[in-house]
């Protein structure tokens, strides 16, 4: 008998997945190039090229989503620039400042937009803002959350309508893909189609959140920048010596679509919770998700009637003290290897 | 039949441990913490504070060497500040200016010394070198090697003297410990002699080189560090959220005293290599070697005799164009898992 | 025959006083000691300690505002920091990211309220929006502009209100007073009720707009940070070698209270320009001006009349395109050597 | 009657030229547009060109000599790269780490070479020790100081020789001239040709230390740095909002040959006292000197009589205590100001 999982807190509170372990052991074999020079290092950064239809891209490793979104943004940021981000996204609120650490002191200028995405005319607006002068934080990059950290998602026409702002004034693009599969598999769209078709120079690729142990690409479709990105990743200490760890897990993410089957799994139990939470009468779901992640909102005694049974979710302020008819906000996340029966056994607490 | 291994290049070329592989499998057992709320690392950090006999110390794990040496330092170093290490120290060589990025533009000031070995009156000499001034940059931290980058060791005196002259001027002190492993087994001492008794205040205490995947752990004997070394950890993109296959590794490596056996057949095999060098008649060793790495000169011919069998090691300068008499310099290391029939392979090359 | 100014652009385009450069002159006599250990230097030190009511505090000379301002933010602010300052206040919209810069990477937490003024409730929201974990931005200093760069001011007990929600939370204050004369002469308070009787821990006491050449002192009631302040002016280029010439400049600024009679001077003719515009029907005023600044809304016609007449000032848009009716906003700003003729003629433009 | 002045502390404790005294004082004539787009300004820029023979050059003022080093290095270096000077220049001996605050963490690589100048054998070494990995620095540019720190000089080929070095590798070259003056008047040389004719990018045009009050030019012979150091100097907070009083000392200093005037008086008062130092048989020259600046070494019991005649200068080491006979060195330097009866009557307190 296998007991159901009721933690809910993070995609990266999940295992990885058994096959991308099998990766890594298989890769456990003698010796090596370190840093990056080795064989396999070599065939994921072809197979990222041709899941991306970009055979001149420059691709890279790193272990973890903060690192991947803040060397790729330092690549396209001067000091003095303004990066422009939406006020929610993870860049501004989950990093410490280390997109300002690693840009040597830009600004984050935040952009707003329901559901976290930046609307249009809010970037524009944002980007017309600076007269231009030395006086003023100067036009740097975009960089666009998809899917977003309210499991909402851009189309694909949106990001292109957000990349032709930023482009039609010299700025770059990323896009933080930290949850890039399950908006992938959401959109039913192309990797490419969801960056460099729609005007994205850089992608964070994520692997963690989605199964991986600790693995993220970083993919320049402008290898220009190539040079520049290994001397930034090697000065902040993100080169790893043993590369070929890294290179097994993203291997195995991407071997027979493994990376696509995972987020598919996951938006589809999002789903099922999501249609169980709104047939509960004192639920209300704060964003209409749209890959496997839900803000829900319901009174302080269902979320203690969830915990008391064993679930594990964010609450927003204090489930401890307060009425009971209080209502609060939560997010609950499905990862990869949530099933059918987790989503049962979580719904069944609430009822 | 199991082949030899002639792969001499680095102890980061070499496979990890299969215990320690064994370790990051079992810890895939489903949901946990994340960002290293999760109970293994709590174990970890409870018995790295047992083997280090201070039970204070704040214990914290990153992925690279350079991230561990960089975090550490940073802690103790002002932007204005100079850290002191030796002239041919990794921190200087070989982390592209890493040091100066995250303490925000310190200097290196490099001490000379035999044997890659900062000498007391060198350092010395550094530290009264500025006058205290507003002009100069300040005395900073000093960093010391260990196991150096040379294969020698200080003993433990000599750490304690260094770290004399810094205490008394009010600088901290930082061992690098990339191959502490070694060091320590070399030294037949206790890891407190080598640190805190000596008087160091921040430990890298390296996994990566010696078996493990990717790991390392910084232990600051002032907890007073610890939620400054957190925020900075973090701000450089350095914590993980799935923690645990940091902690695993760590777990693993400790375990049964796999870490202190590991160096002691990394520094057991150097040893036979050593002693198989210097019986050669053309062959001279740069440097008295300590542990797992070995600094060897010879004519051309015998490196190209060498590669042609099949052995990869670093030479320094042109193996291909040149006389066939005409001396190079060379570095081997060994790694945990070279074995007496490695030795002897690669010596019969040479023979 | 005098001939009347109309160049209200800013009180930076005007003349120093005569007796400021007078007191330049004169320190201009023979040989002195050079990085402030000047005679002058400590003579200007101590009357700034005076009029501050503030024997303890650390006194330090600059020759730009942005240079005080950021490196008074920059001794109370980690690079992990957020500012908290206005959506409109100078360190923000002017300075090309200095503070950010300065600090090694700080953020901007832009707090908003009317009048270019943070509102308390709006402060208290900014600074309890983050969670405080190693995730976020941290709580650094506040920053309030006084007066405004709308001409607006606060009072002391509105400077208070915001040091002391700063300081419940263990942040400092810093008070940016570019225009600080013409705020104490328009509220009729002391220097040390606007600053650290209302819980203000450093100050930039503006020198240069209110009619020196260059020169702005940076007073911290807390001489804790006397070093590490020296220590950042120096490496950020900020030390001047002849010293003399900015301690001249304050010190003709200080003696006898010129430095309130120009503001006193700015303030009045502020107040009859005010006057006149409120008089005019088709000009209506943005903000309720306090001291010397103005922002006039009026039709693009009335603006290519005053320009027509030689007048000089701020619009902001299209003067050149547009329809006559259309209305823009400007600025104008009366400097400590505007006189009534001068106003006179500028709002004889307009009628 | 006149006094005589024994005060050889330093260059910047002389006073400045009554001319540019005059020349800031005519400035004060009315309102100015401020931050640099004057009128004089303009003219000023427009001399500057003149005499550099550079018409397409960008040239800008700045206040302080390290801030004209430092902002004129960092428009040339990465963060990651190497900046090599001498050992003993003033950007690695007197800034307090500007270079390394300004370029966001690079590192100062020594260069060794007698007379405090760089010998060439020692920069192409040092050029040569980095073998371009990620690992390590990378090249950036060149710092030559003219009049070097020793008061000793590269000749116009030594210069270019330099240059050479550093272009072959794809470096940039800089010319620390803060007595940029001093060495012209020495060498016999046109600007040109101690500066682009010799391979020089950019240049830091002293005229602080030759009898200004605060003033430096920095002139980059490429254009397209420009905007860069635009916003780098803003964000410095070193562009003056009264920029016109900047713009007065230079159009003072450059006007009838002022600086070269200046510079030639300082010279020859430093070669009168040159002549009378070296006839002292107890007196020894550390440097042959080459413009206004001596290091001399004598007996503690003649420092102690001059000092009690009422002369200042550097000594280096404890004046007061020790043997009479212990042999102290010193720096001596002349100001434009000196007279051949200053001179005398030092002198005279020697013989």
Known sequence: MTSVSLNFASDNCGPAHPDIMAAVLASNDGHHKSYGADAMTQAVTAELRRIFEAPQAAVYLVATGTA??????SCYTKPWDAIFCHRESHVETDECGAPEFYSGGAKLSLVDGPDRKMRAANLTQAMEHSDGSVHQAQLGPISVTQATEAGTLYSCAEIEALCKIAKDRGSACHLDGARFANACVALDCTPAEMTWKAGIDAVSFGGTKNGCLAVEAV?????????????RRKRAAHLFS???FLAAQMQGYLADGLWLR?????????????RGLKQHPDIALTYE???????AEMPR?????????????????????GPMEERLNSRMVCDWSKTEADIEAMLGLLR
């Open 68 to 73: 991947a979104n803040t060397l790729a943004l």
């Open 289 to 295: 998700p749209e890959v496997n992640m839900i803000f």
């Open 301 to 321: 005694e269902l979320h203690q009637r969830a915990r008391a049974g064993g679930a594990l979710y964010t609450v927003y302020g204090n489930l401890d003290s």
């Open 262 to 274: 995972m987020a598919r799994s996951a938006n589809t139990t999002g789903g099922l919770l999501t």
């Open 219 to 231: 993919v320049l479709f402008d290898p220009d920048r190539a040079w520049e990105f290994e001397l």
């Open 242 to 244: 043993k590369h070929r």
